[in-house]
Each structure stands twice: as C-alpha cells, then as structure tokens.
C-alpha cells in the first residue's frame, strides 16, 4: 500500500517522458516532410536591380520543354590562387545553380526528365571518374546528356575588351550548350575523299586531322568520310561537307553535286584549299561570288611572320566566326597561304553576302610567280589588296558566303546555304591546331555552318571591379579607424555602465 | 506567452548591464575589424570582382562558431546548475517562456553585434566617398543572412546550453553543433562517395543544407524561399526540442 503513490508518480512520469518523446518525433516528421516539400516547390526571388540573376523568359521556356536531363560537369579547382579562375568558378557556380533551381520541381515516370544538375570535378583527384565521363581538361564546363556532350571553355564564357574580361555571357552560353546537347539532332559532318584530302581518321602530324575531329565528337557532331567518285551523291544527312587540302582537281560531276547540295539543299561547306594545287572548285567558287587566287602571300614585315616563317594573321572582321578571336586577341598561324576574297566579277545578286573574316597586313602582297619566288613585288602581276576594296589594302585568307532567301510575300527571310573559305588546309592539321586561333576560328566556322551559333536574346552582364585609391597614409588611418572606434565606443559604453551601477 | 515578454526585458537588461556583454562587443568588434582591414587592404592592392561586402561576410563562420556559443552557453545550464530554474518553473511561467525568453535575449546581443559593424561600412564611406564600393545588394543581403540564419545559429546554442548543466560543456556541445552544421555541409559536399546514386537523397540534403550557398545567394541579393523555410524551421524545431528536452530533464531530475 505504501509503494502506491510512488509508483503512480513513476508511471505519470515515464507516460509525460514518453510523450514527449512522440512529440519530438511527430515535429521531426513535420518540418522533415515540409522542408521536403519546399526542395521541389521553393520560390526565388532576385532582389538586384534589373534582376541581373534571373534567366530570361527565352531560358526559362526552353527550360520548360526540355526532355531530356542535362549534367553539367565543371572542372575547376575552387582553391586555385589564380583570380581569374577564381572568378570563373564563382559566376559558373552562381549561374548554373540558377538553372538547377529553374528545373527543381519537373519530374516525369520516366525519371528526373528536364532536370538540370550541376556538380564539380577535380579531374586530377578523381581522375576514374573523369576517365569515364571522357574529361580531360581541367577549367572548363562540360555539359552532357545521354551520350552528347559539349565542353565550354573560360573564354567563351566572357566578353573581353583588351584582354580584360568586361562581361559575363554565361546564359547564352549555358543556354546554347543545353539546346545542343539535348537536341536529338547530331550533325553529320562529313569529309570529302578520293583526291588525297587530308583525313580526319589519320594521326599525321603534318597531313592528319585527327585532332579536329575529335574536337567535333567531343562537341556532338558525327564525323564520317566520304567520295563522291564512288557514293555518286551527297547523304541525305549532311550538315556540313569539309574539304581539306585535296591534290588534284574533282571532276566536273563532283563539283555539279556539291553545287546542288549548296544550293537546292541550302548545304553547308568548309573548304580548306591551300596554294599551288589545282582543284577544279572554281565554278563552284564563282557560284559563292568568292575566288581563290593562284598567288602565295608574301609578308615583308617581320613583325607579321612567326620564327618559323608562318604568316601571323590578327586582321578579323566582326562575324559569329571572327568573334571569339577579336574578344580575345588571338591571332591565327598558317604556313604557305593564298589569297581568296569575294569575287570582284560576281554576279550581281542581293541574296549572296561575301564577307572577308581574316585578312593579311597592309604589307602583303600575293605572289603570282611563286615558283620564281623573288621576294619583291611586281606592280601589275602580283596581287595587293586595292584601297577601293573591303578590307582596305589587305589580302583575304579567310572568307564566308551565305546565301538569304526572302520568302515570297514575307518579312523574314531563311538562311540558304553557308560556304567557308581558308586560303590554308595545314593550320587544320595536328601539329598546328594546338594553338588557340587556329582552332578557335575552325571550330567557330563549323558551329556557324551547323547553325550551332545561337545567339540568345539575353544581354552580357557587366563585371563590375572594385577597388580603394587611396595613399598609403589614408589607408593606414582607415586601419586604425576599423581597428580602434568601434571597439572603443563600445568599451567606454561598458565603462559608463559599470560606473553608473557603481555608483 | 503572458510573461515571455517580461523575461526577455529582464534577460536583455541584465545583458546591458553585465560587463562581459561589453568585453564580448570590444573583443567581437576587435576581431571584426582586424579581419574587415585586412580585406581592405587587398581591394588596396588590386581590383576585385566582388564588393567588400561580399569578402567580407564570407568570414560569418569565424564568429559565429566561436561568439553564439559564449552568447548562449550560460543561458540555461546556469540556472539548472544553481537550481534557479526549478524556482521560477514554480511561478506561472512555462518552460517555452523560459527559453524563449533567453532565446530572444541571446539574438538579440547578437545580431546588436552584428548591426554594429555596419559602422565599417559607415568609416570606408568616409574614408573613401565612393559608393560604388558600398554595393547594396551584398551589403542587404549579407546582413539578411546574417538575421536570418542567426535565429537558427542561436536557437543551436540555446539548445547546446539545454543540455548540460556545465557551461563549459554547453559551450563545447555548441561549437562542435555550429562546426557540424557550418563546415560539416561544406566537407560533405565535396565528398566523392556522395555521388553514388544510394546516397543521391543525401547529396540532396547536404546541397539543401549547404549554409556557404545559401549565403553566396544571399549576398547576391537572392532570397529564396527554400532556404528561409531551412532556417525558421530549424530555429523552431531547434526551440522545440530544448523545451521538450529541458522538460525532460526536469521530470527525471
């Protein structure tokens, strides 16, 4: 009888201890299932002026049509001690966590349809990993879906003026790598053979363009080989023919089928034509309004020749191909090179627009008795660039046409077919892509062939520097400021208080 | 919640009146300017891409892992270790007022700290007269961070105080809570094994906890409703579990 109320308190007890412990439980459950909620259906708001972070309603509509999930890789080491990497590291993070959250709430049956997710890798750390993604380069951003992918590198991501970066156009190129990567759509590239062209299956140094075609794989692109002597037609599936260095000239058929696929199939064309060989494309040129003329550049000036006797080409004329080179300053390096430039004799059709991308110094002129080659220039034989003529006094080595179709009875008018030419094939080749304008300029003339240049209507974000101008007597006094006034004031406010209570 | 009120005016005065408050804002504002100068002096040497602001709230963790414990250690543990606590439970006041009271004190001391340093902000103005370098949005949002986020920092060391009645082990309970919580996300987030699918909702969580991200968006002037339910929830959870907690300990004490 004694033990009774005892064991009742006991029995009160642990019942009030055990429901407190249910209770933990239930608001464990509670907030656990409300923050879950809130990953898939959280809002965001950009309280900067002119919302500077939000993606564009043209990103964000692409976004809400994406099928297929998307995974960026980025590969920069956050503890690099260069500032530009640093800042790189930072704007990318930034950015694409704004994609991520964009496409946090789309799910399908099928899985994490549409997503967008982002995640960093040291490609020298976990190199397993990379392996089996296929990343090699450190600093750049990979974007990958299902078996495409699309490597975006630093430059491409800024807008430089002097080598300086001035912009941030990380939502175009973001946006534009997604659009690539996800389209079902892989552009056929295809590599013209039967006339000793240089090949993109071979690993010359000097005659291969193994590196080129790797460079297009890894940027979604098919790449096979083809003769027209033997397949009699160009494939259905054609993007983009290129025809690199061939060593003698195509039959009259062959030319008729490239013009056909130019012209009746809007056809797409790189031609790498160096000097001295005879081709038999010059029909086809006239067609483009473009020549290529059987001279070899000579350049006088030292400052414009590499000590390996190529010609340094740093002349480009705005275009989606000449871009990248102009933002960044890169020049191009060819060795034996003609002249090509928009034919002076073309006919007369608004449709066709010429345009020179890359040009020589007021210097050069083009030889025309190259065999003799004695090193002066013959006024009236050889070939200088004419002050009547864009550009002014220069000689072309690169040169596009691209054919506009205005619809009948329609305000817009339709891309027809794009020809790029180089006055050059052994800047393609291995041993000469890996400097930076030679392939950049490439790449760039095979993105705008497969109209892989998209150019978003969203506006470059401004980077903004900070810093103090101040002598090294201001700063020293700041120091003191930061270091002493706070702090003071709040010491003399504890010694008001103590006083006060003491007395 | 009658006397909530009344014991957080008591717990806030006799915080104005105590002399370690003022050692603690000579020694937080100290250290906050040694670290704020010395930012400076890099923006001195060369052009930055982020505003002062930025850098400078970037080092929230240093005091945050080291000020809210010493804020808030004392708070509860003192008063079971004296047995005052049992004394006032014996009047109309309920645990929640309690530590809420002291909850809402301990906040309050910290982010008066915090609003204190504005006044570098005030002094580089002065120095400088470029406003340009006073970017509001860093400057809104780091301090938006630092409110919001301190409810949850401080709700942690309330509750690290809740469970012990040795201040020092309160205190060292409460570092090692904020370091978990503030450097344990970012170690994890870099983890390799978490890229395996199994641990995908992990990685999910650890991403969604990620308190360095949350302050990078923050300060770029993004609030994002997500992270603001992280931080109010977890501040709420955190009370709920030192008042059940505390009530707990009262039963079996």
Same mark, same amino acid.
């Given at each position: 009888m004694s033990d009774a109320p005892s064991n009742a308190f006991a029995k009160a007890r642990w019942l009030r201890s055990t429901n407190l412990l249910l209770q933990a439980i239930l608001f464990v459950t509670f907030f656990g299932g409300l923050n879950y909620l809130a990953l898939h259906h959280g809002g965001r708001w950009d309280l900067t002026n002119h919302r500077r972070h939000t993606l564009s309603e043209e990103t964000l509509a692409y976004l809400r049509d994406l099928e297929q999930p998307v995974r960026f890789v980025v590969t920069v080491d956050p503890n690099n001690t260069n500032d530009d990497l640093t800042q790189f590291h930072r704007d990318v993070r930034g950015l694409l966590r704004e994609y991520v959250n964009a496409t946090a709430g789309k799910t399908s049956a099928s899985g994490p349809a549409g997503k967008v997710t982002f995640e960093e890798l040291d490609i020298y750390r976990d190199q397993r990993i990379a392996q089996s993604l296929g990343i090699d380069q450190a600093n750049v951003v990979i974007a990958l879906a299902n078996d495409r992918r699309k490597i975006i590198t630093l430059p491409e991501f800024y807008e430089t003026k002097d080598r300086v970066a001035v912009a941030f156009k990380g939502e175009q190129v973001v946006t534009s790598a997604i659009l690539s990567v996800s389209s079902p759509d892989q552009p056929h590239v295809y590599f013209l053979a039967g006339h000793g062209e240089m090949q993109p299956g071979v690993v010359d140094a000097e005659r291969g363009l193994s590196v080129f075609a790797d460079q297009l794989r890894l940027r979604n692109l098919q790449v096979s080989v083809i003769d027209l002597t033997q397949n009699k037609a160009v494939p259905d599936d054609a993007s983009l023919v290129v025809i690199a260095a061939p060593q003698g000239r195509y039959d009259p058929f062959e030319v008729e089928l490239l013009r056909r696929y130019l012209s009746d199939r809007a056809g797409r064309v790189i031609i790498l034509l160096p000097p001295v060989v005879r081709h038999g494309l010059d029909d086809l040129l006239y067609d483009w309004g473009l020549v290529a003329d059987d001279v070899i550049i000579a350049e006088p @000036?030292? *400052?414009?020749?590499?000590?390996?006797n190529e010609l340094r080409i740093a002349a480009f004329w705005p275009h989606p191909i000449t871009q990248p080179l102009i933002d960044n300053q890169f020049a191009l390096y060819l060795g034996l090179t003609r002249v090509v430039r928009p034919d002076p004799g073309r006919p007369l059709d608004n449709s066709l627009r010429a345009t020179v991308l890359a040009a020589t110094s007021e210097t050069a002129w083009g030889e025309r008795d190259y065999r003799q080659r004695d090193g002066t220039y013959n006024p009236g034989v050889d070939l200088k660039g004419l002050a009547g003529f864009e550009p002014k006094n220069r000689l072309g080595v690169v040169v596009s046409s691209e054919r506009i179709t205005p619809p009948k009875n329609l305000p817009f008018s339709v891309p027809g077919g794009r020809l790029v030419l180089f006055g050059? *094939? @052994?800047? *393609?080749?291995n041993a000469h892509l890996a400097a930076p304008g030679n392939l950049a300029i490439l790449l760039n003339a095979v993105e705008w062939c497969v109209d892989r240049d998209v150019q978003l209507n969203t506006l470059p974000r401004p980077i903004e520097r900070y810093q103090i101008n101040l002598s090294q007597a201001e700063l020293g006094k700041l120091r003191i400021s930061l270091l002493f006034i706070l702090p003071g004031l709040a010491a003399i406010f504890g010694l008001v208080v103590y006083w006060t209570r003491r007395s | 919640m009658r006397h909530f009120l009344t014991i957080l005016g008591h717990e806030i005065r006799m915080l104005l009146v105590s002399p370690s408050t003022y050692i603690a804002a000579v020694i937080f504002l100290a250290f906050m300017g040694f670290i704020f100068s010395g930012i400076l002096a890099e923006y001195a040497a060369a052009p930055q891409e982020v505003s002062p602001a930025v850098a400078f709230f970037e080092l929230f963790w240093v005091p945050v892992i080291f000020i809210i414990p010493l804020l808030t250690m004392k708070s509860i543990s003192e008063e079971r270790r004296l047995g005052t606590l049992e004394t006032l439970l014996t009047t109309p006041i309920s645990t929640t007022e309690v530590v809420l009271g002291k909850y809402g004190a301990a906040y309050f001391l910290y982010f008066s700290l915090w609003s204190a340093t504005a006044g570098f902000f005030y002094i580089l103005h002065r120095f400088t007269h470029d406003a340009f370098l006073l970017d509001t949005g860093p400057l809104f949002g780091g301090y938006i961070f630092i409110a919001v986020s301190g409810l949850f920092f401080v709700a942690v060391g309330i509750f690290a105080s809740s469970l012990s009645r040795n201040q020092a082990v309160a205190g060292i309970l409460g570092v090692v809570m904020l370091f978990g919580l503030i450097i344990g996300t970012q170690l994890l987030s870099g983890l390799n094994a978490l890229d395996l699918e199994i641990f995908a909702p992990l990685k999910e969580g650890v991403a969604y906890a990620h308190v360095f991200t949350h302050l990078d968006d923050f300060s770029r002037g993004i609030i994002d409703a997500r992270q603001l339910l992280f931080y109010l929830s977890g501040t709420t959870l955190t009370l709920i579990f030192s008042i059940l907690g505390l009530e707990a300990k009262l039963l079996h004490s």
């Open positions: @000036d030292p *400052a414009h020749v590499t000590e390996r050059n *094939a @052994d800047f *393609a080749a | -």
